[in-house]
């Protein structure tokens, strides 16, 4: 079974994920001189992303109750791993070419979910890989919006995909 993912441009800063034209969510990103954060709106439930720590190099999301459902901090360092706890497990966030940029979320080193650069027609295109079947579209809300500055300095805001269902 295939399925389409897609984001859309709504403006600057506002995006909208679709699954096989089912309207999904939408992610709005927001800059300010202090902060960066984004707002993710899944169904009806609204998470919060921001940045935490000294030099801001970890992460959390929360719900409209401030309730942390994810924190991350990273591996080591100089590692290009981050560890990221969601739903009681360690996942873990790895930043890869293959053969581009590809941001990827694994369990247990089982590949779930994995966003990243392509080529179709001598285009650069996004590539959306889903190894899993749950619908936890809160690890695509958060691939997203840590690949979009790489997937706006390779193709802008015109993107094309190419989104694949993949059964391990």
């Known amino acids: 079974m295939e399925t389409t993912k897609i984001w859309k441009t709504i403006k600057q800063g506002l995006y909208s ?5 089912n309207s999904i969510g939408s992610l709005e990103v927001i800059y300010s001189q202090n902060d ?13 992303l921001k940045y935490t720590g000294f030099w801001n190099s970890n992460f959390e999301i929360t719900d409209v109750t401030e309730t942390k459902i994810m924190t991350s901090r990273i591996e080591k360092w100089y590692a290009n791993t981050t560890i990221l706890e969601y739903k ?5 966030l790895k930043i890869r070419n293959n053969p581009m940029a590809e941001y990827v979320i694994f369990d247990e080193e089982k590949e779930l979910l994995a966003y990243g650069l392509s080529t179709e027609n001598r285009k650069a295109i996004v590539r959306i890989n889903t190894f899993s079947e749950e619908n ?6 958060l691939l997203w919006y840590l690949f979009l500055p790489i997937a706006q300095e390779n ?14």
């Open 136 to 141: 936890d579209y809160v690890l695509d809300f």
């Open 88 to 92: 009681g497990k360690q996942l873990k």
């Open 36 to 48: 960066r954060k984004a707002l993710f709106k899944i169904g009806n439930a609204i998470y919060t």
């Open 17 to 21: 994920f679709e699954i096989d034209g």
């Open 155 to 168: 193709i802008g805001d015109n993107f094309l995909f190419q989104s694949l269902l993949l059964n391990a």
